[in-house]
């Protein structure tokens, strides 16, 4: 009987544990705790996430940003003659819709000729005399002087182009249609010496041009943005550190463009240009090749998303710079 009575007494004090659980306050401590390990494991997954990303897109802009300079070196390969003052050739060119609208935003770098070959070129033993004239000496010289002008274009609210400012391509080659060697609206053959102002240095175009423009690359830092301007080492002239002619009345070899450049504005894209003629006297036998420098910096944080990854100052890319020596020369004095 004791038994029977010990084994019901254990069976409900058994029953009684069973049904125990946790409390109210309990569930709600395990909940509080398990928020804060989760929201912090959340926080940095984001975190992390936000600086993958952040860290790729610094990596493609410098990447799209060094591929540009080296097609622009490319390009400089190739001139016979870059202008000092690439505003003033700007100037012939701003009636070509085409051209970049000439504003406070655009900002002409670079203004050079280049030789481009010509390829397929028509037969030249039909059509008129002149015409025959004309294609048997391209057939013999094989190339056209073409000129190229680099701008920067700072955001203008153009939903394609988001990055702070963009680098437009222009270039006004010789013939509009090569079968027919119709020349280009506005193009003036440079080494045409029947035609008033067609030398290099004198050029002006014929009539308006009808040039072609295509953007280069977008992502490029803005010359009035401070979070991407990093002061240069060479404070208010940056181009004077490449010496001058060292004479007892030194001469400045170089000469900056864009003219607004300096160790604190507009150095984002700029060059330094080496004058052809460094005391302007056409009449001395001092001519020598040009080369330029040519600086260029990216960024990763387009027009209005500077703080979307957490970007600043610390995350602004470097400035590229290279040298180019170009090939030809005009009236060199051997």
């Given at each position: 009987m004791?038994?029977?009575?010990?084994?019901?007494?254990?069976?409900?004090?058994?029953?009684?544990?069973?049904?125990?659980?946790?409390?109210?306050?309990?569930?709600?401590?395990?909940?509080?705790?398990?928020?804060?390990?989760?929201?912090?494991?959340?926080?940095?997954?984001?975190d992390l996430v936000s600086l993958d990303n952040r860290e790729a897109r610094?990596?493609?802009?410098?990447?799209?940003?060094?591929r540009a300079l080296d097609y622009i070196t490319n390009d400089l390969q190739e001139a016979v003659y870059i202008y000092q003052?690439?505003?003033?050739?700007?100037?012939?060119?701003?009636?070509?819709?085409?051209?970049?609208?000439?504003?406070?935003?655009?900002?002409?770098?670079l203004a050079f000729w280049r030789i481009d070959p010509v390829d397929n070129l028509p037969d030249c033993t039909t059509g008129s005399l002149a015409f025959q004239s004309t294609c048997q000496v391209l057939s013999i010289r094989r190339a056209t002087y073409t000129l190229v002008v680099y701008i920067q274009r700072n955001n203008d609210g153009n939903r394609n182009w988001p990055g702070q400012s963009r680098l437009i391509r222009y270039e006004l080659t010789k013939y509009s249609d090569i079968n027919t060697l119709a020349i280009r609206p506005g193009y003036k053959d440079p080494t045409d010496s029947t035609v008033a102002n067609s030398s290099f240095e004198t050029w002006t175009s014929d009539g308006v041009p009808s040039?072609?423009?295509?953007?280069?690359?977008?992502?490029?830092?803005?010359?009035?943005l401070e979070l991407n301007r990093a002061p240069l080492a060479d404070a208010g002239a940056p181009c004077s550190s490449y010496g001058n002619d060292g004479a007892t009345t030194p001469v400045n070899l170089y000469s900056i463009t864009p003219t607004t450049a300096s160790s604190t504005a507009n150095t984002?894209?700029?060059?330094?240009?080496?004058?052809?003629?460094?005391?302007?006297?056409?009449?001395?036998?001092?001519?020598?090749?040009?080369?330029?420098?040519?600086f260029l910096r990216g960024a990763?944080?387009?027009?209005?998303?500077?703080?979307?990854?957490?970007?600043?100052?610390?995350?602004?890319?470097?400035?590229?710079e290279t040298q180019v020596l170009v090939r030809g020369i005009i009236d060199k004095n051997l």
């Open positions: 004791k038994s029977a009575i010990f084994l019901y007494q254990y069976l409900l004090t058994l029953k009684k544990h069973s049904q125990k659980g946790f409390t109210l306050i309990e569930l709600l401590v395990s909940l509080i705790i398990s928020g804060l390990i989760i929201s912090t494991l959340l926080y940095v997954v984001v610094l990596n493609q802009v410098q990447l799209d940003t060094k003052d690439p505003a003033a050739i700007s100037a012939q060119l701003t009636g070509d819709s085409r051209f970049p609208t000439p504003d406070a935003n655009t900002f002409p770098v040039g072609n423009a295509a953007v280069l690359v977008d992502y490029i830092a803005s010359p009035d984002s894209f700029f060059a330094c240009i080496r004058n052809p003629d460094p005391d302007n006297d056409p009449t001395t036998t001092n001519r020598a090749n040009q080369d330029v420098y040519v990763a944080q387009g027009e209005g998303d500077s703080r979307q990854y957490g970007y600043s100052e610390s995350t602004s890319l470097p400035l590229l």
